[in-house]
């Protein structure tokens, strides 16, 4: 306890920024999303492929953000909303052969806040390791449930017939991005933001202060929890097949929080740049060294959390240059 | 604060990945030699496996090339096939077969192992209507979904236990009670499925039917739940990891049947190797066998034992039936192109669909899904240590050994 | 009823197992507040040498366990002075994605080296049984078992009468008044990892014997130990054991009843009843 409230002054000290970030950072990523939008006209598949994983892994990073940045609540499972998200979709498809995108992502946030709701009012009473494994296994446990019902398509999993128009599984990623973008812009600056972070830095002070956790932390996982299962939505349909290893891989579970850390937790724009940084180191190590792509990923999560554990935005932001760093590096240390 | 600098990452960030695809150089497509792509687990569950797709699909190169190559209209081009790790993850083949197609602009994709990862590659190259033959997904959902550039060489999966079955069933001393056991996974589900309603068919009584997961790592629940149930016939649908699991497990908790069959492991040498004596007297379902008498057309080796040879020469083990199968898989594009005379993708895919010829490998022929439902299936046994075909009587070159003797007389 | 008694030795036969994992997990966790995401890594590093070890020197896989925990146990060490130590008391996300990414990286490495094809030990004596009664019971699983119960007596032996133990408990209870009487707590806490990870190895070469190997075989570990440690009990050697010994039971009557396929999803039934129930645990000592 005595540790991470020194660790918190600690952060102050370095320079950690507001709520909201820099003002430069939020402006960058509109226009980038905004030149996000021309990516189809180039028609080259593999490239729309990529950017709209670039797009999906920022809107998962995004989620992460609201319920793991903000409220500080790590969760370490909040791709089984995602996988909810893809299995809405592959269900619509396979019994009622609804192909239409909007109706999959309405949906899978339907289902993802009622789950969140369920589980989350038990679930976020326990802190720290134990609700960040609790989610963890609540995300296998699905996983495995999932597999074991047959009408859900068991070990075989779903096909799920695409829409001619490829390019509008694109345009549908990149709207449920900049819907999640400009939802946590605007919950970082209303009272909604606030009683987040105060959870985050005192719990029981924010208690005291008349902000009651129980349905500020609901609220949060709820809405984190909609971002991910809109965004697999989509993806099921761009994908074509789901099953459960597909729809709960440990990848979408884990990169979401990597790029959040890179970008910059508990700010606006750092989950989109964290995606964007991350996706590109991660196609190049694809591109030239498949076979050993995952060691060089690995190499470099070990490095961006020793070194970079506020994301690179505040690498800027770090007073007294090299010294600083150095020092910033030991604060943690025995 | 520096927004210029935040401008200045996002802006290189995006240029860099961008620029990404031009750092790749694609395969060298030049005017005289075919390109495949074929997107191959060398790592992950299915490595093993996928290595032996891999030889299949080299053989079958090698023979060509140093044998003229392929004649298209008037002229003659050498055969080039591209290789990527998909690293057992259907996503990964997905994304590879698209790069393959989109990026490098190969030619034709030959089909990756294992059902899933040809499902999610079937996905795509019906997207980019490009046509992909492949010989080791053999799970009917691929083929049930309407798509029309997809073909598999092999039998569906359901069809690998049948003659099992069908074998004991003409044995003195018939079985009466059938144990079935599967991972869960398209191919071994329908592996599953088929031979219970085969044993169903044929008067026997199914006494235990569950699923593990693929990926498990320890059967000893499943192994003492089967020996409750005292069956005759041990049936087991899954892949390699699993057989030698179950198997090893058979004789920790001594378990008896008549027989035990698994629809993939006995097979391949690394079953043999890693059991040991434990492995005799297993059954295995297979789609070739080097005893297959069938006399195939011109352009390629038309004689089952001449390619177990051959191939054996070249790297060092009897083919298996999934070597066969990868090989069978090129022969199918070899003469659709012929036959189309051209390479123009919609040709080939329609000359694929009219395909209609006998190979060392059996009849390739497609039905209006997709699949070869028309070549049968073979039944293998472990005798000694070495694989003999024992069923049906056309092709077998030795006799069953039924029933299985007990663990404790051996 | 002869596959209630059959399920139940099962249980205990892979209890054994899983007790001594937990109990490399809970030093680190109990003592050193951190999350160890590489401990299934570890386990695996340690299934790996006993391979290596027998195919190449054909050393039986139980002369093995000593020299897969010295070597782990360095490697442990190492791991922790020179890496972990930067982040040691940092917030949980930091040592979760530290440990997250260590994983990744070892079994990586472990991937190039010997490809993800699966790999196994078939000893002379692997498949060789004796009956109790009713039940089969595998003669390497049993003796995996005894292996266990030692390994567990001696880690009890080492922590109450050895000097480095007592520091080590120590260190847990209070580390200022550790540092006061003397304790270099940079060292202990090296020391703390690396019987984490020797206790790893030593597990995997247990674990070797058994299952099968491949470079992902240590993920599942990871959330049964955790289950065990919670069930058992943090920071006691007695509540891995039971612990372990009762979460083998449960998984293995769970399976049979409820479906193989669902064993994680019984870890997280567990793990959500203990919690609310009874978070100290079945051996834990009730804390403020």
Redesign the interface.
């Known amino acids: 306890m005595a540790?991470?409230a020194a660790?918190g002054a600690t952060l102050r000290r370095v320079g950690f920024g507001g709520i909201t970030g820099?003002?430069?950072?939020f402006?960058?990523?509109c226009?980038?999303l905004v030149?996000l939008l021309a990516v189809p006209s180039l028609h080259?598949?593999?490239?729309e492929?990529?950017?709209r994983g670039?797009l999906m892994f920022a809107t998962l990073s995004l989620g992460w953000n609201v319920i793991?940045g903000y409220t500080g609540y790590?969760s370490?499972g909040n791709v089984v909303f995602f996988g909810l998200g893809t299995y809405t979709t592959a269900m619509l498809w396979d019994k009622l052969h609804q192909q239409n995108i909007a109706i999959a992502i309405v949906t899978a946030m339907a289902v993802a806040a009622i789950f969140a709701l369920v589980l989350g009012v038990?679930i976020l009473r326990?802190r720290?390791?134990?609700f960040?494994?609790?989610t963890?296994?609540?995300a296998?446990?699905t996983?495995?449930?999932i597999?074991?019902i047959d009408w859900l398509g068991?070990?075989?999993?779903v096909?799920i017939?695409?829409i001619d128009n490829?390019s509008l599984y694109y345009y549908a990623m990149w709207a449920v991005c900049t819907a999640s973008f400009l939802a946590t812009f605007l919950i970082a600056r209303s009272k909604l933001g606030y009683a987040f972070v105060a959870i985050r830095e005192n719990e029981e002070a924010a208690t005291i202060l008349g902000v009651d956790p129980t349905r500020y932390k609901v609220l949060a996982w709820m809405i984190s929890g909609m971002m991910a299962a809109a965004a697999g939505a989509v993806f099921a349909g761009a994908?074509?097949?789901i099953?459960a290893p597909?729809a709960f891989?440990t990848d979408d579970n884990?990169f979401p929080?990597?790029m959040a850390?890179l970008g910059g937790?508990g700010t606006i724009?750092g989950p989109l740049?964290g995606a964007?940084?991350l996706?590109?180191i991660n196609?190049?190590l694809w591109?030239?060294f498949?076979?050993?792509h995952?060691?060089f990923?690995?190499?470099?999560?070990?490095l961006?959390?020793?070194f970079l554990?506020r994301g690179?935005?505040w690498l800027?932001?770090l007073r007294g240059g090299w010294r600083g760093f150095i020092a910033s590096?030991?604060?943690?240390?025995? | 604060m520096k927004n210029s600098r935040i401008a200045a990452i996002c802006a290189a960030a995006l240029v860099a990945v961008l620029a990404l695809p031009a750092t790749v150089t694609p395969a060298a497509a030049d005017d005289s030699t075919i390109v495949f792509g074929a997107a191959l687990a060398a790592t992950g569950r299915d490595s093993r496996e996928g290595a032996l797709t891999r030889d299949g699909y080299e053989f079958w190169k090698d023979y060509v090339n140093s044998h003229g190559g392929i004649k298209v209209g008037g002229k003659t081009y050498k055969v080039a096939i591209e290789y990527a790790d998909d690293e057992t993850n259907p996503q990964t083949a997905a994304r590879l077969v698209e790069k393959f197609i989109s990026q490098d602009k190969v030619n034709f994709i030959l089909g990756p192992y294992g059902s899933p990862n040809s499902a999610s590659a079937a996905a795509v190259v019906e997207r980019y209507k490009v046509p992909m033959v492949e010989g080791n997904g053999s799970a009917e959902k691929i083929f049930n979904q309407g798509f029309k550039y997809t073909f598999a060489v092999l039998s569906p999966a359901r069809r690998y236990l049948e003659f099992v079955i069908d074998m004991a069933l003409h044995q003195k001393d018939k079985p009466k009670t059938v144990a079935i056991v599967s991972a869960n996974d398209a191919f071994s589900i329908e592996v599953a499925a088929g031979a219970n309603d085969y044993a169903l068919a044929h008067g026997l009584k199914v006494v235990y039917n569950s699923k593990y997961p693929a990926d498990t790592t320890d059967v000893s629940g499943i192994v003492s739940a089967i020996k409750a149930t005292n069956p005759d016939l041990i049936l087991n649908g899954g892949h390699l990891q699993d057989a030698i699991l179950l198997q090893r497990g058979f004789k920790e908790q001594n378990v008896n049947a008549k027989v035990f069959a698994y629809s993939v492991g006995p097979d391949t040498p690394d079953f043999r190797k890693t059991l040991g004596k434990d492995a005799d007297y297993v059954f295995g379902g297979t789609q070739w066998s080097p005893t297959a008498k069938y006399k195939g057309a011109p352009g390629f080796i038309t004689d089952s034992k001449v390619y177990a040879a051959e191939f054996a020469k070249k790297y060092g083990h009897i083919p298996d039936y999934h070597n066969a199968e990868s090989s069978a898989t090129c022969l199918a594009f070899q003469y659709a192109i012929e036959k189309a005379g051209s390479l123009d993708p919609q040709k080939v895919r329609d000359a694929l669909a009219s395909l209609d010829v006998v190979t060392f490998y059996g009849l390739l022929k497609f039905d209006d899904r997709g699949i070869n439902i028309y070549k049968p299936m073979a039944v293998n046994q472990i005798q000694n240590g070495e694989l003999k075909t024992v069923w049906p009587t056309g092709v077998q070159n030795a006799q069953p050994i039924y029933p299985t003797p007990d663990w404790s007389k051996r | 009823m002869e596959l209630f008694f059959q399920d139940l030795v099962n249980g205990i036969l892979a209890g054994g197992i899983f007790a001594v994992i937990a109990l490399g997990f809970s030093l680190v966790w109990g003592i050193m507040n951190i999350i160890n995401l590489a401990h299934g890594a570890f386990v695996m590093l340690g299934a790996y040498i006993a391979y290596v070890l027998f195919s190449a020197f054909h050393l039986d896989p139980f002369i093995s366990i000593p020299i897969a925990f010295v070597l782990m146990f360095g490697f442990g060490y190492a791991v922790q002075r020179y890496v972990i130590n930067f982040v040691v008391r940092a917030p949980m996300l930091t040592t979760f994605l530290l440990t997250f990414g260590l994983a990744l990286l070892i079994v990586n490495v472990v991937l190039v080296i010997f490809h993800g094809d699966i790999k196994g030990i078939t000893t002379s004596y692997s498949g060789a049984n004796f009956t109790l009664g009713p039940v089969t019971v595998p003669w390497a699983k049993f003796l995996t078992l005894i292996a266990a119960l030692a390994i567990t007596v001696l880690m009890q032996l080492f922590m109450t009468r050895t000097k480095t133990g007592r520091a080590i408990r120590a260190t847990s209870m209070d580390i200022g008044a550790a540092q006061l009487a003397g304790v270099r707590v940079a060292h202990i806490y090296a020391i703390v990892f690396g019987l984490g990870a020797g206790l790893a190895g030593a597990a995997g070469v247990l674990v070797s014997m058994s299952y099968s190997l491949q470079p992902s075989m240590g993920d599942p570990f990871i959330i049964k130990a955790f289950v065990v440690c919670v069930l058992g009990g943090l920071g006691s050697v007695e509540g891995a054991l039971i612990g372990g010994l009762v979460y083998g039971i449960l998984e293995s009557f769970g399976s049979q009843w409820i479906g193989t396929g669902l064993q994680d999803a019984v870890a997280l039934v567990v793990l959500l009843i203990v919690l609310v129930v009874r978070p100290r645990g079945i051996m834990g000592k009730a804390t403020a």
């Open positions: 540790a991470e660790s820099s003002r430069g950072a402006f960058a990523c226009g980038l030149v080259n598949g593999y490239i492929n990529l950017f670039v793991g790590v370490f038990p326990l720290g390791h134990y960040g494994i609790a963890l296994g609540i296998l446990a996983q495995e449930i597999a074991n068991g070990g075989s999993g096909t017939r695409q490829f994908n074509g097949f099953d597909t891989a884990v929080i990597v850390i937790v724009a740049v964007l940084v996706t590109a196609e190049t591109s030239h498949p076979e050993i995952t060691l990923f690995g190499a470099v999560i070990v961006v959390v020793l554990p690179i935005l800027f932001k590096l030991k604060v943690y240390r025995v």
